[in-house]
């Protein structure tokens, strides 16, 4: 199984970097974030509490989630848009914290990777936790300034509006979002002591993709 794993913080180019390489590699990929987003909608969409953590685990290890390239589909419903919205921006990291879930997604990711006999899998812990053997580890970042602009401008792409401060805004989400994520004791964000570290801030989407090819 060949399994290429990419994490990273929020805004430094994980998914835009992992599908191009899988297309390249003629591998499929896996976006992880979206998985956790996913569970977010759902339980927002119950009108539950993405903090009751028993809602939220059940929801997890009953949900439905079918993602590809273009869409991500929940339960059936299309929520391709909705799972990138501020309001699940700000309540994700509450899920990702949890255990029970984070079990259970893991669990499905590995089930992903073994049907396909691997795959690009990106997300915050694939090298550290949920791919420890992948053939390469890479580990994305960004000066917070820059990812929060590219997060800002995705945004505003998918058809959001950022609260009064616009960037500022986003950069103290991300900042806030990093800080739960890299101290959550489940599968915290995290850098592979045998990751390839690329800092993506002054490098081109085309610069950074040949220079993890070179590493191939």
């Not at 899988?22 to 896996?30: D, I, K, N, P, Q």
């Not at 914290?97 to 669990?107: H, P």
């Not at 009064?164 to 990093?178: F, I, M, N, Q, W």
């Not at 592979?192 to 081109?204: F, G, P, Q, R």
Request: charged fraction near 25%; hydrophobic fraction near 45%.
């Amino acid at each position: 199984m060949r399994v290429i794993a990419i994490d990273g913080p929020a805004g430094s180019g994980k998914t835009s970097v992992a599908q191009e390489l899988a297309a390249r590699l003629g591998l499929e990929c896996l976006d992880t974030g979206a998985m956790y987003r996913a569970v977010t909608f759902a339980v927002l969409r119950a009108g539950g509490d993405p903090a009751d953590s028993g809602f939220t685990a059940a929801v997890a290890r009953t949900i439905d989630v079918r993602i590809d390239d273009e869409r991500v589909l929940v339960d059936g419903v299309d929520a391709t848009v909705e799972i990138r919205s501020l309001t699940v921006d700000r309540a994700v990291s509450a899920v990702a914290a949890n255990a029970e879930v984070r079990a259970e997604l893991v669990a499905r990711q590995r089930e992903w990777a073994n049907r396909r006999d691997g795959g690009v899998v990106e997300g915050r812990d694939i090298g550290t936790v949920v791919f420890p053997q992948a053939d390469l580890k890479i580990y994305l970042n960004a000066d917070s300034s820059v990812r929060a602009r590219r997060r800002a401008r995705q945004s505003g792409a998918l058809g959001h509006t950022a609260d009064a401060g616009g960037v500022e805004s986003v950069a103290a989400d991300l900042t806030r979002r990093d800080t739960i994520d890299s101290t959550r004791s489940t599968g915290p964000l995290s850098v592979a002591s045998d990751a390839v570290v690329i800092d993506t801030t002054d490098k081109t989407f085309d610069e950074t993709i040949e220079q993890i090819m070179g590493l191939m």
